[in-house]
C-alpha cells in the first residue's frame, strides 16, 4: 500500500484558537492551564483531521506555543544566562526567551528572531556559547506522544535535524565554530530518539532543509559521522529535506544511514530521475508531491502519470506527503463562503491537501475509477483556470512591454537629490521616525468588523479613521518625532490593504497563516494580472499632512514584498507579476507626490525572504526584485524623499543590492539582533541614509534612554552622522500606546542627547 503522511500541519487552528489563548494567557486573563487545555484541544482535532483522510501516520511534534526550533533549545537546555530563572516553569523560560518577557517573572533581553528559510516563518534563534552543554530536560514532544498513541494509530515523531539546529543557530564568542559542538549534541539526541521510540514512535522524521543550501565540505563531511551515531533499531529514522532541490548534495542524502527520505518535488521536480538512480534498494522515498507553500489545487492527472511507474518501481517504498510542513497555508477552505465559486474551485488549503493525499492513495493503491468524481472535480478546476479570462489582461501586458531603462532610474544621483530634499525638509542631525503603523486597538478592529459586516456606514468608518489619524499625529508631535507617519488605522494588514484595491488579488475571511508567536497574517491570492483602478492612500495622506507643518511619510507596501507576501499565481515567472505590481504601485507614488508628500516610504521588508536558497541563483532574483522597487520608486522629482524598510533577515550578504535600489533612506531592523547588521558597514561605505532600528518592538519590553544611546553611539561608530537616522525596528502594529509612547519619548531624548556628537568621519 501507498503510504500517506503529512510533515507538519498548522497549529494556530481554523479561527485563530492558538493566538487568542497565547494573548489571554500573556496578558494574564488566562492560566498556563488554559493555555494547555487549548494546545491539547487543537493537537487532537489535528490529528482527527489526518485520521479523517485515511493518512497512514499521525504526525507529533509539529505543535508548539511558540516555535518549533525554540522547542528543540528548550528541549536540549539552550537557554541564555539572562533567560534563566530560579523555579520558573517551561512557559516562562519559553515566553522570555521569545519575547523578553512572561508572567511573574523579571523582563530579560529576547532572543534573535529571524526568517525560516525562505519563507514569512520567523524562528527563535538558538545562542551557542563555546562552552555550550547539551542535556535532554523533559522535551514537550513525550507527553505530545502520550496523548496521540492513545488514539491508537501509527505515530511518526518529527524533530529539527541536529545539523539544521546547529547551523541555524549563533555564535555568541567571535571566530567560534559552532560545529565543533555537534559531538556534545548527538548524545542529547540520542537519547531524545530513543525516548519517542519508548513512546510509541515507529517513524522519526528528522528535518534537514539545509541539505537544500549550499553547504562547506565540513558540514557535509558531519552528515555522515552524525547520522551514523544517530542509527536505532527500536524506531526507523526519515530525512526529511523541503524547500529546494538536493543537487550536489543528493548523493550524500541518499548514502546516510537512515530508512527514508523526503524530497520537494514541487520545488525541485527535476531531481527525481537521479534520486531513483542513487537510493539504496532498501530506503522509502517519500515524495513531496502536494505543493505545502502555496494554495492552489494540484493537478491530479499529471501527478499520476508520475505516479504510476514510480508505484510499480517502489512498491510500498512510495510514500505521499506535502512539500514541507502545512503550516505556510490556511486550514481549511471550506469556512472561505464568500469567495468567488470559481476561484475557489482553484484551491486547496491544509485540510484539503490532505484530501488530495488520499485521492492520490485510493487512486495508485485501488483504481482511478474508485475516485473518478473527485479526479474530474479537480481536472475541471485545473481546465477552467487555464481558460479563465480573468487572469489575463491586455492593458497590462502592453504595458509591461514598454518598460524600458529610463525607467528605472531618479533623474539624479543620491549626492544631488540630498541637497535639494534637506532645503525642503529642514530636518536636523539624527531624525526621528517610526516604520509606519502604530497600534491597532480594540476600537479600531471593532470598527472595522463593524464596517465590513455593514453594521457601520462607510461614511461613518471614515470619519471615524480620521479621528484616530489625528489622534496618532498629536501623539507624534507631543513625542516630538521629527518626521511623522499617519499611523495606518485603516489598515487591516500592510499587504492585504493593498490588495483588496488591486485588480488580479483576492482576500480571504479565514485564510490565516502563522508568522510567529501569535500574529497570524492573511496573505492575499494573486491569481490574475495586477492594475490599479485608483489611488489607494492619497486621501488618508493628504488628510494626515494637513493637520501638522511637520512632514508625513507616504506609505506604500513595495512589489516584492506585495509579491513574496502572497499566494502568488504559478502559471507565469514571479519576475513577470512583480513588475506588474510595480507598475501599479509607480502610479500611487506619482499621485502622491502630487498630493504633497515630501517623504514616501516603499517598505520592501520581504526583499530578503525571497532570496533562492542557492547562491548561483542569487544574482537573477536580485537583479528583477531590485529593478522593480527602482520602478516603482524611481518617477518623483529630486526633491522627494524615497524611504525603504526591511525587517528580520540577514543583510549583509546583499547590502550591494540593497544599495542598487537606491534609496535615499533605508530603514532595517537592528535591535532585535543587538545591532549585528553594523558590522557591513566597517567594510562597505553605504551612500545614502540609513536608519539601524533602536527599539525592538516585538518585545513588549521599554528600552531606556541608555539603552537607545548605547545603540546610537554603536551606529555613529560606523554610519557617519549626517546619514543616520533614528528609528524603531519596524511598525508599532502590534504593541499598546502606553509601551509605544514611553519607548519612543526615550527614543527621542536619545537623540537629542546625541545631536552635534560627532559620528564616523566621511571617507
Known sequence: ????????????????????????????REDAAALEAVGRSLRRRHWRLQLEA?????????????????????????????????????????????????????????????????????????????????RLVAPRIFAEMEEARALGHPLKAVLVGPLTYLWLGRDEAPGMDRLRLLDALLPAYGELLQGLAARGADWIQLDEPILALDLPPAWRQAFE??????????????????????????SLACQLPVDGL??????????????LDRLPPYKTLSLGIIDGRNVWRADLDALLATLVPLKARLGSRLWLAPSCSLLHVPVDLTLEDGLDPELRSWLAFAVQKLDELHVLKRALDEDPAAVAPELAMARKAVITRRAS???????????LRQVDAAMECRASPHARRRIHQQRRLHLPPLPTTTIGSFPQTAEIRAARRAWRSGGMTTAAYEARMRGEIEAIVRRQEAIGLDVLVHGEPERSDMVEYFAEQLRGFATTRHGWVQSYGSRCVKPPILYGDVSR????????????????????????????????????????????????????????VTDLEAAGAAIIQIDEAAL?????????QWDTYLSWAVRAFRIAASAVRDETQIHTHMCYSQFNDIIAAIAAMDADVVTIESARSHMALLDVFRDFAYPNGIGPGVYDIHSPNVPTVEEITRLLTQALACIPAERLWVNPDCGLKTRGWAEVEAALRNMVQAARALRGLPGRQKG
Not at 262 to 275: G, I, Y
Not at 546 to 556: A, H
Not at 608 to 616: A, D, F, V
Open 1 to 28: 500500500m501507498t503510504v500517506t503522511h503529512v510533515l507538519g500541519f498548522p497549529r494556530i487552528g481554523a479561527n485563530r484558537e492558538l493566538k487568542q489563548a497565547l494573548e489571554a494567557y500573556w496578558s494574564g
Open 54 to 134: 485515511g493518512l497512514d501516520y499521525l504526525t507529533v511534534g509539529d505543535f508548539s506555543f511558540y516555535d518549533h526550533v525554540l522547542d528543540m533549545s528548550l528541549a536540549l537546555d539552550v537557554v541564555p544566562r539572562r533567560c534563566r530563572r530560579e523555579g520558573s516553569d517551561a512557559f516562562a523560560t519559553c515566553f522570555t526567551m521569545a519575547r523578553g518577557r512572561a508572567p511573574g517573572v523579571e523582563p530579560a533581553l529576547a532572543c534573535e528572531m529571524t526568517k525560516w528559510f525562505d519563507t514569512n516563518y520567523h524562528y527563535i534563534v538558538p545562542e551557542f556559547s563555546p562552552e555550550q552543554r547539551f
Open 225 to 250: 559521522s552524525a547520522y551514523h551515531q544517530l542509527q536505532t533499531r527500536a524506531a526507523k529514522l526519515l530525512l526529511a529535506t523541503y524547500f529546494g532541490g538536493l543537487e550536489d548534495n543528493l
Open 262 to 275: 523526503h524530497v520537494d518535488l514541487v520545488r525541485a521536480p527535476e531531481q527525481l530521475p537521479a534520486l
Open 389 to 399: 479570462q480573468r487572469c489575463c489582461d491586455p492593458a497590462v501586458r502592453e504595458r
Open 533 to 588: 483602478p485608483g489611488a489607494m492612500t492619497v486621501e488618508w495622506f493628504k488628510y494626515a499632512q494637513s493637520l501638522t507643518d511637520k512632514p508625513v511619510k507616504g506609505m506604500l507596501t513595495g512589489p516584492v514584498t506585495l509579491l513574496n507576501w502572497s499566494f502568488v499565481r504559478d502559471d507565469q515567472p514571479r519576475e513577470e507579476t512583480c513588475l506588474q505590481l510595480a507598475l501599479a504601485l509607480r502610479d500611487e
Open 608 to 616: 530578503r525572504e525571497g532570496l533562492p536558497l542557492r547562491r548561483s
